[in-house]
């Protein structure tokens, strides 16, 4: 992932980091590279979990600004054009679970949610910061609301989501956890992340669109969600290697990122957050030309290498289904 062999072993001096292991604490770790927006990826020395160090970060509730989601004609557009990876997503849940209660953590806008509950499962959206507004219909309720709030009222489920959120999070097995608590008996977890030792981080390092930091605080790599879930009193039950939502973007937004000055000019399109409010009528007309013009080749491109990728288990995104573990206590 283009590590600099200089720094690749170094430990970290104490006053270097002002963040500890997210997972097991350890306050040493070895700097592995920089991201090219100058934050420091770190590989904790005990548990070899990597982190990104948030000296200087904002505070969270800037990095996630509410969606939007304005109706715009490129902003509808793009909306249906993605939406045959929300068909993949409601694929790898009908696999685990015909039918049933969901819970979507971190839902964003909801738009994955809504998808589920139309698709006729009872769904719970569960967002902090992004969801624009509350929703309740039927077999659909979308909640603004921190975990340790909203848990005492939202009953069991028989499959909780968590669709590239676990990545955000600074204390990602405390929160697996309490979902843990949430669970169905037979229920499952799915749980996607992108992966930090795909062929995607190692050819882009620092300017890879999935590293994102500060948002992006942990980098997991399937031995590190395993150990993460088996922390949480989870035991992995099923894997899918080839994700397109997330190997697709990651390909051609990493690849854009290197052209254009605007960073993440399509996902801004997409999530409609707000970002792109300053770019002028000319710098978006450009930014969207060249945008249109090198996406299809790029995708072309990137889609036999990233199959070839997943199947030796390098692709984009990590995605696994974990149930409660024998030794685990339901509470």
Partial sequence: MNVDPSIATRSLAPDESTRTCPSCGCAAGDLLLRSNNGYSIVRCSRCRLAFTDLSGAPSPSSLYPQFDQSDALVQRL???CLGVFVRQR????RDVKKRGRLLDFGCGNGGFARWMADAGYDVVGLEPFSLGHPVERSHLLLIREPLESAKPRLGRFDVITLWHVLEHLPRPVEVLRTLSQLLAPDGVMI?????FLSWQSLFFGGGWFHLDPPRHIVHFEARTLENALHEAG???DR?????PEYGSSGW???SLNR???HQNYLYEIVKDRGALKTLGVAQHALHLAASAVASAPLLALSTPVELCASALHRGA???FAAVLGADYDTL
């Fill in 239 to 243: 894997r899918w290697n080839f994700l």
């Fill in 191 to 195: 749980v996607s992340v992108p992966n």
């Fill in 317 to 319: 995104a990590l995605t």
């Fill in 252 to 254: 051609v937004q990493s």
């Fill in 234 to 236: 989870l035991r992995v």
């Fill in 259 to 261: 052209l254009l000055p």
């Fill in 78 to 80: 793009m909306r249906r």
């Fill in 90 to 93: 409601e694929s790898i849940v």
